[in-house]
């Protein structure tokens, strides 16, 4: 066999070629015909997309000023991020069943209205309880939207058009990624970091319009009934794992509470397994881990989740907290990723084409780790200037990975399981993020911690003091716990605040870098030509 893709590699299996009349086990209703309306569904989905990835990016420029406003704790600004990514991975395949059943233009727009109005509600929060709550409810509405869009691209698309179509959707990604943080930064610092929100109010009302004008209704008559047992168990069991990371950088591994937690999980997520192994119709296919090319493109999303995208929290925090920068100078910054992200995209789009996936995905993550290991190195007199050659790899190996990531989530299953594919990949993309926060921030929190407690000694008469300056260093408190403390010491404990932050982020760039390059190998020996699905052209 040729070790190239038949045509564009993402519409490998998702569903068969359109002979017309559709083929059997699908039915569209709606009154124009799909191929006069596939350019509006690839603009409602784009649109949809971009607000989706949009908020994973444009909120980690605000937070500082977040948790300034509303007096938030380190752990609090994490939940802010994995609230949002924790009912993204839960909901994924259960709306996705529903979409089946009740229709897949319906579910979208129900997503996008619910998303909408959570983004407004985000914006009036008062405080961090409430940000949080929303945030969740936002994550209620992505994940119906996440779990019909590759399924609507799909539907609306046949031949050389699918693939350009994809291809300008993993431009969308990038695209979303890549401005988020200059976006959030002129948002942040001109108006307020509530407007990061209110952002959202226009695109989705546009969105919805332009859904229920143009996009053609789909539906599968013999869908798959939402496994709830499954949706219960795995709901909880990456909760309490998610909960039992972000408590342990507050409290330690050996804590009642932590170990509890990790249990329940442990516990939850085995009887998810042995649910879904024997249920009749379960929401996450067990034998879909057969085919090796489907579980590399489930280490990729999630190693690339883990990584860099989890990452972006704790480089936002040392641009402003450590170095000073506002949200604006932060998000400029920041755009040396994103020129990586927006460059490779487009290349990468282009390239999927014409070259096996493996050969993009496998390489993607190695840059992205190897660009996570060249930010390392820095201290307390460092400038933001050291991280721009890793940054710019990393972004690089970003916009590499995400077009034909989607090609792998839907290229290698028959049509009936396009859709599940597709969730549990984008659901792996999420538990990535949210376990990765959870856990680069336990690390971070334990070396800051470590770091202090070893040399607040050298300074005199604060060696009491050592547990307070710690949780400034992870609350963003650093100036007012320095206007605290006699003149005399004031700059030798602002050179141990920054030493202590560099340690923990040098050391979390260590591990982001270590989950990114082994990501790439083992997506690179398992992604494999042979299990794409062929379709006619």
């Known amino acids: 066999?040729?070790?190239r893709e038949p045509d564009a590699p993402v519409p490998h299996g998702s569903h068969p070629a359109d002979p017309p009349p559709a083929p059997a086990g699908r039915h569209r209703t709606g009154h124009a015909p799909p191929e006069a309306n596939k350019w509006w569904t690839l603009t409602a989905v784009c649109l949809g997309t971009f607000m989706l990835l949009l908020d994973i990016t444009i909120v980690n420029v605000a937070l500082p000023d977040i948790q300034d406003v509303l007096n938030a704790s380190f752990s609090d600004l994490q939940w802010v991020v994995d609230a949002y990514a924790l009912t993204l991975a839960a909901l994924l395949l259960t709306a996705g069943s529903l979409a089946d059943m009740y229709g897949r233009r319906l579910l979208y727009v129900i997503g996008l209205v619910i998303f909408t109005v959570a983004s407004l509600l985000c914006g009036l929060?008062?405080?961090?309880?409430?940000?949080?709550l929303s945030r969740g409810l936002q994550g209620i509405g992505g994940s119906v939207m996440f779990s019909v869009s590759l399924a609507l691209l799909a539907e609306a698309f046949r031949g050389k058009d699918r693939g350009t179509a994809f291809a300008v959707w993993g431009t969308i990604i990038g695209l979303a990624v890549s401005i988020g943080p200059l976006l959030g930064g002129v948002l942040t610092t001109g108006l307020s970091w509530r407007w990061i929100f209110f952002v959202n109010l226009p695109i989705g009302v546009v969105a919805v319009v332009i859904t229920l004008l143009k996009v053609a209704e789909t539906r599968h008559p013999q869908a798959r009934r939402p496994d709830w047992p499954g949706f219960v168990l795995f709901t909880a069991g990456l909760s309490a794992l998610v909960f039992a990371l972000i408590e342990s950088s507050q409290k330690s591994f050996d804590s009642g509470v932590v170990i509890g937690c990790l249990t329940a999980s442990a516990v939850l997520i085995a009887a998810f397994v042995v649910v879904e192994a024997r249920g009749r119709q379960p929401m996450f296919d067990l034998s879909l881990f057969?085919?090796?090319t489907f579980t590399?493109?489930?280490?990729?999303?999630?190693?690339?989740?883990?990584s860099l995208l989890s990452l972006l929290l704790y480089l936002v925090l040392y641009l402003q907290d450590v170095l000073g920068f506002s949200a604006l100078g932060t998000g400029v910054r920041l755009l040396v990723i994103s020129a990586g992200i927006l460059v490779m995209s487009t290349v990468s789009?282009?390239?999927?084409?014409?070259?096996?996936?493996?050969?993009?995905?496998?390489?993607?993550?190695?840059?992205?780790?190897?660009?996570?290991?060249?930010?390392?190195?820095l201290d307390a007199s460092s400038h933001w200037t050291h991280l721009i050659p890793g940054m710019i790899m990393s972004g690089a190996g970003l916009g590499l990975v995400n077009p034909p990531l989607a090609s792998t989530a839907v290229g290698v299953v028959q049509p009936a399981h396009a859709g599940m594919a597709s969730g549990i990949n984008s659901t792996f993309r999420q538990i990535g993020i949210a376990t990765g926060i959870a856990l680069l921030g336990t690390l971070f929190s334990s070396k800051i911690k470590s770091f202090v407690t070893d040399h607040i000694g050298s300074i005199p008469g604060l060696s009491h003091r050592g547990p307070q300056?710690?949780?400034?260093i992870q609350s963003g408190t650093v100036t007012r716990t320095l206007g605290?403390?006699?003149a005399k010491v004031r700059a030798p404990v602002k050179e141990l605040t920054a030493s202590a932050f560099t340690s923990g982020l040098n050391e979390i760039l260590l591990v982001g870098g270590i989950i990114a390059l082994a990501a790439g190998v083992v997506s690179f020996a398992t992604i494999?030509?042979?299990?794409?699905?062929?379709?006619?052209?």
Not at 356 to 375: A, E, Q, T
Not at 469 to 472: D, G, H, K, L, R
Not at 530 to 536: A, E, L, Y
């Open 528 to 537: 494999r030509t042979k299990d794409f699905v062929q379709q006619p052209s």
């Open 125 to 132: 929060s008062e405080d961090i309880l409430m940000l949080q």
């Open 290 to 292: 057969r085919k090796p």
């Open 296 to 306: 590399g493109g489930l280490v990729a999303a999630f190693g690339l989740s883990a």
């Open 349 to 377: 789009g282009r390239l999927s084409s014409r070259m096996p996936v493996r050969f993009l995905i496998g390489p993607g993550l190695l840059l992205v780790g190897g660009g996570l290991l060249w930010m390392r190195g």
């Open 1 to 3: 066999m040729s070790d």
């Open 469 to 472: 300056i710690s949780t400034a």
């Open 484 to 486: 605290s403390l006699p």
